[in-house]
């Protein structure tokens, strides 16, 4: 019989620095490969950085974050999870943008997401400026508002930016909690500190119902506490998780945008994913790496390694498919 699994290159077939970077040393499968149906969770780059604000270079972030991540070895290192062994998964490759039109690219990132969950392939993106998680969300909603877990030092949720700018990386969540793809009852945001242009965002959570973590509660109460309560409030929902690199302290992942300071630290960082394990997930992403910025490669690694935690909880989600037999 045939393995129906697609694995990795094994480091001791061809040194991990050598050969072809794909996500994880996974092949490479576009959506219209012949084995696409066999499926079942995909790593999917979203090169854009159309919706940052400040310091750009998010576009880079796939490809740094696939040669970063041929690093990873097959099992981890704590839980002894073999993700490739549990279900099948793949690079799918980039969801492709129009660099010059950021609504066009939107659109095509929506047909993308969708043609993937179509094909019932959980994604697991890497970014990308964090405007690519609205999108996505728009194509995995289905018939009720999704629930959400968001690491990060910012809300996102802000209305505006430069007087009418609706779609950035600060407004991703607003438009979803409007556009109706969030129960904002069933979203928590762990990590938020910084300084801020006003406090309309944090009203905005409040009048809706959003759970706002802020950064001296995180620490105050510790992780699995607060872990805690983020699985209490999705509870058994649909779940969209969105990871912003940002939510890591930037002297272990300076390579991002739009950095704050006195955050947690990488192994911290790691820690938050396993706590997810069980949740109903129908898709995560990684976002806000910026090669440019991340002069020692260490943001990438830290991105890639956060993947690998993601990737981890997926492939044991009780909700999974499997591969077909
Ligand atoms: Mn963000
Ligand atoms: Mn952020």
Request: overall charge negative.
């Amino acid at each position: 019989m045939t393995d129906p699994f697609f694995h990795p290159v094994s480091g001791f077939d061809l040194p991990r620095y050598a050969g072809v970077p794909t996500f994880m040393r996974l092949p490479h499968l576009g959506l219209d490969h012949p084995r696409i149906g066999e499926v079942d969770i995909g790593l999917i780059g979203a090169p854009w950085d159309g919706g940052t604000t400040n310091r750009p270079g998010q576009r880079h972030g796939p490809r740094q974050l696939r040669d970063a991540s041929t690093m990873l070895r097959a099992q981890h290192g704590t839980t002894g999870i073999r993700p490739f062994e549990l279900v099948n998964c793949a690079d799918l490759g980039d969801v492709p943008p129009n660099p010059a039109d950021l609504q066009d690219s939107l659109m095509r990132f929506e047909k993308f997401y969708a043609r993937v969950r179509d094909l019932g392939i959980i994604p697991l993106t890497a970014g990308g400026d964090h405007l690519v998680s609205l999108p996505a969300l728009r194509a995995l909603k289905g018939s009720a508002p999704l629930a959400m877990i968001h690491f990060d030092s910012h809300t996102d949720l802000f209305h505006e930016y430069f007087n009418g700018s609706r779609y950035t990386h600060g407004t991703p969540f607003r438009r979803a909690v409007e556009e109706g793809l969030l129960d904002p009852g069933q979203v928590i945001q762990i990590g938020i500190r910084g300084t801020t242009y006003d406090g309309e965002d944090r009203t905005f959570a409040k009048s809706t119902g959003i759970r706002v973590i802020t950064i001296e509660e995180f620490f105050a109460r510790g992780i699995d506490d607060v872990m805690a309560e983020a699985r209490g409030v999705v509870g058994e929902a649909r779940t969209y998780v969105s990871y912003d690199i940002d939510f890591v302290d930037p002297a272990f992942a300076p390579g991002t945008g739009t950095p704050e300071v006195g955050g947690p630290s990488s192994f911290q960082a790691l820690e938050v994913v396993r706590r997810l394990a069980g949740l109903n997930i129908v898709g995560a992403d990684l976002v806000e790496v910026s090669p440019p910025f991340d002069h020692s490669g260490g943001t990438a690694w830290l991105g890639a390694s956060i993947l690998f935690e993601l990737l981890c909880v997926l492939s044991t989600s009780p909700g999974i498919r499997k591969h077909p037999a």
